[in-house]
């Protein structure tokens, strides 16, 4: 796989010389093709069907492909930025979502008994740092190790685990369980790809899972309790905390293998799906489509996961292999809890899916995500 | 220097790769247990998703039946189904309740009554969305202030449902019964049977007295359905399939409103009960008690106030006088004793009695009065009926005996309820020597039978069961059990006549006889109801009972007045007509009344004259 290069295998000679022409000149504006295009098509599939799962709403439909415009700007600029300028920035980031992040605690307004937003002065709209951390994590974690021997020292790995879990409790406090989690396994994906030992991998798993219990009785709110027993037996309480599961199983499994046809789901359509076109959008398509629907999304999502993992692979840097490598996989992981959640074999945890799910915060920095992978790989360092 | 870096590089290369590739593999992983998932979700469980969508989807709703209408004799009609509108919530769509309610208590007015029955209504099992009842009978205004502000009232609704009406109200009250919403223990009881809880499933009321109840079963009509599909709030997008209701049967009475409304007009102001019965069928004509209420206060929900002014009412206005009031007969009972008598062989229509005013047992120093306090001097059967002597019937009771007296009255109905669908009626008291035992009231007096003689002591009826007894009389002994249902859906009905047996007289002429001596009650010089003689348009039989008043507590918040009043004897009639070829036959009893021949039998005779009157012009 590490010598297969994707675009020599899939066109035909006549198509050859075109795609590789294309695929020179997107290079020039570090923009990696295949990637793109993968995108693309998860976009134009998101939006067909957002427009189901919206009460067919054009105008959320439009709404949603400005947040696209919007994230694929940022996407080309981010691209266009040397891995050295980010490498720069890397810790500066972290020190200033840091900081945000005890804003927030201080002086953050919320909804919902949790703090996770600040009130910025004059016409900027509201801030979410967590967002920026999202970001500013793993590239903080690669920018340290990538400067360290690999595979990485144990004292290294303990000083970049203190640099993961610093903002990890912060977010923790708000509380927001699910984006701290989905943070800290972004940096520890850092160091899983830096070369992190298996024994280390497997303590550190063991470990999480002993403290799971402390964290039940010790950590979690109440709400976030009940999201988990609701999850082990959603019957429980059928018309409170445990319609959104019933439903979006309903949706699902109704679905069949065909589906009801577009724009023909009942569950969807008349609204007995909640949340049908943010987090559980992924119910419309599996009822409408079917079976073979939701195969067709789950296998786009692997060729770009699968891209991403190739791309990050060819990265120059370490750095660039270090960050690219941890957000490729962060990506598939919301893909996982999203599904996962929305099947029920996950707790209910405020989980988008990517690209698909409406929401302009989640589209602008997951595409902005993909400018820096793209980054990453596209720079040649000159010497 | 070099040549190290360019090795670490790729090392660093190899080490990467090789987690991308475990990468990869757990990605692939994790995508095939979502896709296994998604299996075991689309296929495996398929059937039962779908199952469980097409119910969200598909409701099956039940459509309540009409109730079927009820019509006197003349096809007019007594209780209807008119178009009402009432305010409803459904809680689900309702953002805050407390708000919602006291802006609506502004706009049309809710009472506190209707908060704590919308209170209790909530708390019932119920579908989501299901409407709840806030508020019944809106008027025009209050239906136009709600839709004005309808965008400020998120679901809030005004539903128009058909609700029972009487168009007579008071007059009908107790012998029509009413509707009334069904209540816990209604719901318990119809639930107790599957057939009943599916046929009430629509249902919002049920008939809670009177014909309403006793007939429940016909009038309520057969439940319908509708397959719809809904959205999850609840609604309705489409009717995919309907089977429409069947409404209740219509029914039709014997009641003749044109004297029911008479005798409600006859007894404004009195407290008492008018019963009338066609002799021919034994359908009950009138069935009336004074006062009365109006029923329609009852089908929305009376207010707690409105109830307590009628339960604490002193003229109980609830209660059922016609059929539950017992009374003593007093003298209405002398032509059945005389019947007796002669029966017995212990009188005839020669026999004479001296009357000095008194009557004495022997070896027995009690003196028992005749209303007269002269006497009526020699008295026979006739004179004894036409002035209602008492010493006469004294005397004659005491030698014919109590147990000759009870088995003969009893062939008239008395200590029975003889109605087939009167369902309040009582059963009075026909005393005998075995009732006084058993009721602790120790052994049988002769003495006790001197009162009975004149219908007074331990005797009691109600009207309808005098009213009755004179039906059989008037067709001389044939009898046709009282009834009020006529006709289903203009079908007439048959009831079973039942095994009672009629009465046969020895000598067949004692019937003409007696009804020659009830003639004279009105038409003779002394008759006690002579003062009917000015509007004698149809040859009436009657007589006429003064029963004491016994056992009023001295209560002192009674004003003394009023107290007075209430002491005073209540007054009695009983008539039918025509003479030769009886077509009705009446009781009519105006409590404290006092002079029977001027109270209660101008009232029986209106009634008679316009019955006949009716009937022939």
Redesign the interface.
């Known amino acids: 796989m590490a010598s297969t290069d994707f675009s020599r295998t899939v066109s035909t000679p006549a198509q050859h010389h075109t795609f590789e022409r294309s695929g020179a000149f997107f290079a020039k504006l570090h923009i990696d093709l295949i990637l793109f295009l993968l995108l693309c098509a998860l976009m134009v599939t998101g939006l067909s069907i957002l427009y189901s799962g919206s009460g067919q709403e054009m105008s959320m439909v439009k709404r949603q492909a400005i947040h696209f415009g919007i994230g694929m700007v940022l996407l080309f600029i981010a691209a266009q930025i040397p891995p050295r300028v980010y490498q720069l920035v890397a810790p500066w980031a972290l020190g200033a979502g840091t900081l945000l992040l005890v804003g927030v605690l201080v002086a953050g307004v919320g909804a919902k008994g949790a703090q996770r937003w600040l009130d910025l002065p004059g016409p900027l709209p509201r801030f979410q740092p967590s967002e920026l951390v999202k970001l500013a994590l793993p590239l903080a974690v690669a920018w340290f190790m990538a400067k360290r021997p690999v595979p990485p020292r144990f004292r290294d790995l303990l000083a970049a685990l203190l640099i993961i879990m610093l903002p990890t409790i912060l977010i923790l406090k708000q509380p927001d369980l699910g984006t701290s989690i989905l943070i800290s396994t972004s940096g520890l994906l850092v160091l899983f790809f830096a070369g992190m030992s298996w024994l280390l991998i497997f303590s550190m798993i063991t470990i999480v899972a002993a403290m799971a219990p402390v964290m039940w009785f010790f950590v979690m709110h109440g709400y976030q309790k009940q999201r988990v027993l609701t999850f082990l037996n959603p019957e429980s309480d059928p018309l409170g905390s445990g319609w959104n599961i019933i439903q979006s199983k309903t949706a699902i499994g109704s679905g069949g293998i065909h589906g009801k046809g577009y724009l023909q789901g009942t569950q969807s359509q008349l609204e007995f799906l909640p949340e049908s076109h943010t987090d559980f959008i992924i119910a419309v398509l599996a009822e409408e489509h079917g079976l073979i629907g939701v195969c067709l999304l789950l296998l786009l999502y692997a060729l770009i996961i699968l891209r991403c993992l190739y791309i990050s692979s060819r990265c120059e840097t370490l750095f660039g292999r270090l960050l690219s490598g941890s957000m490729s996989v962060t990506f598939f992981i919301y893909v996982f809890v999203n599904i996962g959640m929305v099947s029920g074999i996950l707790p209910v945890v405020g989980v988008p899916l990517p690209l698909v799910s409406y929401g302009g915060t989640s589209v602008v920095s997951l595409l902005l995500g993909f400018g820096l992978i793209m980054s990453m790989y596209t720079h040649r360092q000159r010497k | 220097m070099w040549e190290q870096s360019i090795r670490?590089k790729a090392?660093?290369?190899r080490?990467?790769?090789a987690?991308?590739?475990v990468?990869?593999v757990l990605?692939?992983t994790?995508?095939f247990?979502?896709?296994w998932?998604?299996?075991y979700?689309?296929?495996t469980?398929?059937e039962?998703?779908?199952d469980?969508?097409?119910n969200?989807?598909i409701q099956i709703r039940p459509i309540a039946p009409n109730r079927g209408l009820i019509y006197d004799r003349n096809g007019i009609l007594l209780a209807e189904n008119i178009p009402a509108y009432s305010l409803t919530i459904v809680p689900e769509k309702v953002d805050d309740l407390d708000e919602t309610l006291a802006f609506l208590k502004d706009l049309v007015g809710i009472s506190d009554r209707d908060l704590e029955q919308f209170d209790k209504r909530s708390s019932y099992r119920r579908r989501?969305y299901e409407p709840i009842v806030l508020r019944q009978r809106l008027s025009e205004e209050e239906i136009a202030a709600v839709m004005v502000n309808r965008f400020y009232l998120p679901g809030v609704d005004v539903q128009a449902q058909l609700i029972r009406h009487y168009p007579h109200g008071d007059a009908f009250a107790h012998v029509l019964g009413y509707v009334g919403r069904i209540n816990q223990r209604d719901q318990e009881r119809l639930e107790r049977d599957d057939e009943n809880k599916r046929r009430y499933s629509a249902t919002s009321h049920i008939g809670k007295t009177g014909i309403e109840r006793r007939y429940e079963e016909l009038l309520h009509g057969e439940v319908g359905y509708e397959r719809v599909?809904?959205?999850?709030?609840g609604r309705l997008?489409r009717t995919l399939q309907r089977e429409h209701p069947a409404p209740g049967t219509d029914l039709t009475l014997h009641l003749d409103s044109r004297l029911q409304l008479l005798a409600a007009e006859l007894l404004e102001g009195r407290r008492g009960a008018v019963v009338a019965i066609e002799v021919e069928t034994g359908g009950i004509l009138t069935l009336y008690s004074n006062p009365g209420f109006d029923p329609n206060a009852f089908v929305t929900g009376i207010s707690f106030d409105d109830y307590e002014a009628l339960t604490t009412s002193l003229d109980k206005p609830l209660f059922d006088r016609a059929t539950r009031g017992i009374y003593p007969p007093a003298s209405t009972l002398k032509p059945f004793v005389g019947l007796a008598a002669l029966e017995a062989g212990s009188t005839s229509w020669n026999y004479k009695v001296l009357d000095p005013g008194w009557f004495q047992l022997d070896n027995d120093e009690r003196y028992y009065r005749d209303w007269k306090r002269e006497g009526h001097g020699i008295v026979d059967l006739e004179m004894a009926i036409v002035e209602s002597c008492d010493t006469y019937f004294y005397d004659v009771a005491v030698r014919t005996g109590i147990d000759g007296i009870t088995p003969f009255l009893g062939q008239f109905g008395f200590g029975r309820d003889m109605s087939i669908d009167v369902i309040s009626a009582v059963s009075g008291i026909l005393p005998d020597r075995e009732w006084k035992r058993t009721t602790g009231r120790g052994p049988w007096y002769p003495g006790d039978t001197v009162n009975l003689g004149i219908g007074q002591g331990f005797m009691a009826v109600t009207p309808l069961q005098l009213a009755t007894a004179t039906a059989v009389l008037a067709n001389k002994g044939k009898w046709e059990v009282p009834r009020l249902l006529a006709a289903e859906n203009d079908v007439t009905t048959e009831f079973p006549h039942g095994d009672i047996p009629d009465i046969t007289l020895t000598n067949d002429s004692d019937w003409d006889h007696m009804f020659t001596a009830m003639d004279h009650v009105i038409t003779g010089t002394h008759g006690t109801a002579r003062a009917l003689r000015t509007n004698l348009d149809f040859p009436i039989a009657g007589k006429t009972g003064t029963a004491q008043v016994v056992g009023i507590e001295q209560d002192a918040e009674y004003d003394s007045e009023a107290l007075q009043e209430r002491l005073r004897d209540h007054a009695w009639f009983m008539a039918f007509s025509p003479i030769d070829k009886p077509q009705i036959a009446i009781a009519v009893i105006v409590e404290n009344g006092e002079s029977a021949g001027r109270t209660a039998a101008p009232i029986a005779q209106a009634i008679i004259n316009k019955y006949l009157g009716g009937a022939e012009g």
Request: glycine share 0%.
């Open positions: 670490d090392y660093e290369r080490l990467f790769r987690r991308a590739i990468a990869a990605v692939i994790a995508l247990v979502l896709a998932r998604m299996t979700l689309q296929v469980l398929h039962k998703y779908q469980l969508s097409e969200n989807r989501p599909e809904t959205n999850a709030r997008l």
